[in-house]
């Protein structure tokens, strides 16, 4: 290093003035241009520097001096600055910002990219797959998800014809510029066999600690075998209610997971989800409950925190959540299993499900029984009819499906509410032991988690086969109940002559007959829907109505595995179109042994698998004939507004 005194580094300084180098200010960087060597310079050729390529903000105004041109740059006749955009891209897009609000009450904030170029016509829509432009693809390449604009005008129906017709239209090639700047999106999905081996033996009972011969090592791997865990604790580390096994066989496990919540809550902090050892770990706090949800079947943090929140409201049914905070309010390490006594079937039976896949709980939607339109307006009216005046709530249900509902003009019902009646008669086991009529004070949260309600329920078969003394009993998922909810726990009577005079009505107009034959015949199959169709299953779900449609899961779909395969798929898609900082509405996933579609809008959301060979054109074709179908069938797959008194 010399000091700033040195001649020699005075001389240098002159030289380089004098030499006439002038600096360039650039917009990114600075760069300096050296002149011309004159003919007596001394250097040689070799100690002169290379000049710097343009850089790609130049290439429009400045002409390459070399014969080749670079790679990744146009050639020296361009003099117009080429699109960089490719199929692959890190530059930024210039976004809009919607918010669409749901009659639900849910809220979704979605992106909408505008093309680089505007259209010559305008283009209104919902969403649509076009077809795409991929160089050197086939079939087994994966669709593009994207943020389609939304518009007005538009009819549902077409939304896809476009990807299926020979000519590139305006709104596709507004999707193809959107495309281009968000990039191929795909997915690619691999069911291990490993994951569901012997699933069945998920919900088999494990056998207490202080049961003769047992041993508890053997009974702990036991446990630890089960892919899917609920545990509720208190905040003071009691136990009040697990899956598998008992208090004696995890109390370990259950101070080690009081210990974890505690330690982040002492740091101010909310413990939330973690992964660990294949398994997926969320924690959900609820005043003085802690709910923990332990999973190694792949499903998101936000799907188990919604499975938490279920048994949640089925504690807060039995107790309500004034009497909740009453209890840990005057003593923090009182014993909930006590007020809970008797609940445990039903708690078990909600997690069974959870555990099997409930498509209700995954898209907070109910399933409503496929019959006409005048039926089910004769059914209403009879309900109106005879209504009585204690009645709040009046429903018809059949094999867990939503028939006919009637209820005031200002209020209606929740459909977690709907899902913990649904699992309280169709799931657990303790509900008809009564002969058919049941008389059962209970909370609905959505409804109001301050007080009780009062529900008469009837089962119309139970009665019948109880009449006739047959020894048979037919499935808990075809029959038919009578449900009237009522405020007054002083009306059971009045709840009990309603339900003869509209069991007899409907026998005597018909109806009664159509719900059965309905439940006999089951669901639809895709191929009735779309004849010849590639899908082997949907789901199909109104964000307006709240409900959802899906066919029967024969003939692909038979075994316990099978199903349980299916909703995975179904979660990981839903998982992928409605993550929080997603803004796919159409998604693509490719795996080993079927090809599946997810296509959300605000009007719907439509979930589709089909089998690994199946194209990717015949996919889409297929999605839109359902879409079309269920716009068409929209009345009768779908109970809109119901009776209103």
Known sequence: MSDAGDPQTETEDHEVRS???????????????????????????????????????????????????????????????????????????????????????????????????PPAKSWGGWGSIRRLRIQDGDDSASIRSSAPTLGNGADVESLLGGFLGPEQTSG????????QETGLQHGYASQDEEVLHDFDQDFDEISGVDDEDTDEEKLLAQWKSKRKHFLILSSAGKPIYNRHGDDNLISGY??????????????????????????????????????????KLGESASQLRMQLEALYMQILSTLTLPNLTHLFSNRPSTDLRRPLQGTEPLLSALADSFTRGSVPTLLSALECLKIRKSHREVINNTLLQKRCESLLYGLVVAGGRLVSVVRPRRHSLHPSDLQLIFNMLFEAEGVKAGGGENWIP?????????????????????????????????????????????????????LRSMRDAVVKELEKNGSMALIKT?????????????????????IYKSRANVQFTMPSYEPHFITLIA????????HTLHAAVHARNAHLKVHHCISRDSISLAWVTPLFELYCVAGPTASRNALAQSANKVVQWARREEERIFIIGGAVF
């Open 19 to 117: 030499s006439g180098a002038q600096l360039q200010p650039h917009t990114n960087n600075p760069t300096i241009k050296l002149p011309a060597r004159e003919a007596g310079d001394d250097a040689s050729d070799e100690d002169k520097p290379p000049p710097l390529p343009p850089r790609p903000t130049e290439l429009g105004s400045h002409q390459r001096t070399s014969k080749v041109a670079a790679p990744g740059f146009p050639s020296p006749q361009s003099s117009v600055r080429p699109r960089l955009q490719a199929t692959a891209t890190t530059a930024l897009s210039r976004t809009d910002i919607h918010t669409q609000s749901f009659q639900d009450g849910s809220r979704e904030t979605y992106a909408a990219l505008r093309p680089t170029s």
């Open 254 to 295: 259950i101070g080690i997971v009081q210990t974890i919540i505690s330690f982040y809550e002492g740091a101010r902090d909310q413990l939330r989800a973690f992964t660990a050892g294949g398994a997926r770990f969320v924690v959900m706090s609820q005043g003085p409950l802690y709910l923990v949800a332990i999973s």
């Open 518 to 538: 309905a439940i006999q015949k089951g669901r639809f199959a895709a191929t009735d829907i779309v004849p010849g169709t590639v899908l082997r299953h949907f």
């Open 442 to 494: 209970l909370c609905l949260p959505g409804f109001n988690k301050n007080g009780y309600l009062y529900m008469y329920v009837s089962f119309i078969d139970g009665q019948e086969q109880e009449n006739a003394q047959e020894n048979s009993k037919s499935s808990r998922h075809d029959e038919v109940a009578v449900l009237l909810i009522s405020a007054n726990k002083e009306s059971f009577y009045d």
């Open 563 to 570: 199903r349980r395969k299916l909703l995975s798929l179904y």
């Open 172 to 179: 596709s090639n507004i999707l193809d510029g959107q495309l």
